[in-house]
């Protein structure tokens, strides 16, 4: 995918607060990009500067040659869906898609044309006649990804759109939301504090720690490789492992696995479901690693349960164990050294 949208070095500042901070990101023509952060770390913030709601006090953003910073909101190509939908309400759904298009003065027919073609892509053309406190929140957030795309937008802004959702319809329409995205073939830079939406939506996520980048990578790798310990935690469950590396060998107390890291002291993360119950004669692999324990709490999470070992040493572990079947007082885990990722230390004070 060739480059479309270019965030060069980007900051902003309200009053003593640095919002954003030296932030560079690059969206590809037809990529699902989300940012993903915690609250106050500066995702919407950024998203407001893309679409020209607010202008950065550092940095600049482009797209392709032309340099949107310095462009009205109305020339930039650029299309926002927000949280609160912001539908008229004494308007039809027609003509709330139509709307930007008459504000243009764009002719009859071809606003009749359009907006019957973006009613449809979203699958609510049946409604054309309905106003908004007629329709279901889905039905509503429908209505204003119509609105945003019949203007055919290079670029499609979402502030956490799908918030308002209840669990059910959310997930519906993060299926729906990403076929469309696909169909339309335009960028999304999507907003979410939410890791499994991002996880599920994005062909990458960029992960925002207090108004800076902390990674930018697909789904898979920042779930699978996380650079940083506030990644690993940030992004599903882990145990962090701190430990000292002598000559290819990794010594966190009662576990040790080689690994090819220099001399030092490491951080490590180990996921839940890496983390086995085993039974004393189970085979052992020329790479696993070992520990005995005594259950602490068993949480139900679904199909699965997340049981706290405390293990040798003083050392406490979480486990991701099927459901199904009871568990002894004592337990036997084991994991294998390659799932022991080691992290990146990060040299920001917090």
Known sequence: MSGL?????????FGQAKVLNAVSLEVAEGEFLTILGESGSGKTTLLRIIAGFEQPDEGEVW???????????????????????????????????????RAKKTPAKEITTRVESALAQVKIDDFARRKPAQLSGGQQQRVALSRALVNRPRLLLLDEPLSALDANLRRQMQSELKALQREVGIAFV???????????????????????????????????????????????????????????????????????????QTL?????????????????????????????????????DLVEI?????LILTARVPNQGELGSELLLEFSAESAIALQSTTRER
């Open 268 to 304: 490590f993360s180990l996921r839940p479901e890496h983390i086995r119950i085993v039974d004393a004669m189970h085979l052992s692999l020329p790479t696993s690693v070992r520990v005995r324990g005594s259950v602490r709490k068993r949480l139900f999470n679904g199909p699965s």
């Open 63 to 101: 797209m392709e040659r032309e340099r949107l910073d310095l462009l009205p909101p109305s020339r930039r190509g650029v299309n926002t869906v927000f949280q609160s939908y912001a539908l008229f309400p004494h308007l039809s759904v027609f003509e709330n898609v139509a709307y930007g298009l």
């Open 5 to 13: 949208l270019s965030i060069r070095g980007v900051a902003k500042i």
């Open 190 to 264: 999507f907003v979410t504090h939410d890791q499994e939406e991002a996880m599920t939506l994005s062909d990458r996520i960029a992960l925002l720690r207090a108004g800076e980048v902390e990674q930018v990578s697909t789904p898979r790798e920042l779930y699978n490789r996380p650079r940083t310990a506030y990644v690993a935690s940030f992004v599903g469950q882990t145990n962090l492992l701190h430990a000292r590396v002598e000559n290819g060998i990794a010594d966190a107390g009662p576990l040790k696995w080689p690994c090819a890291m220099p001399n030092g």
């Open 310 to 314: 405390q293990c040798e040493g003083g």
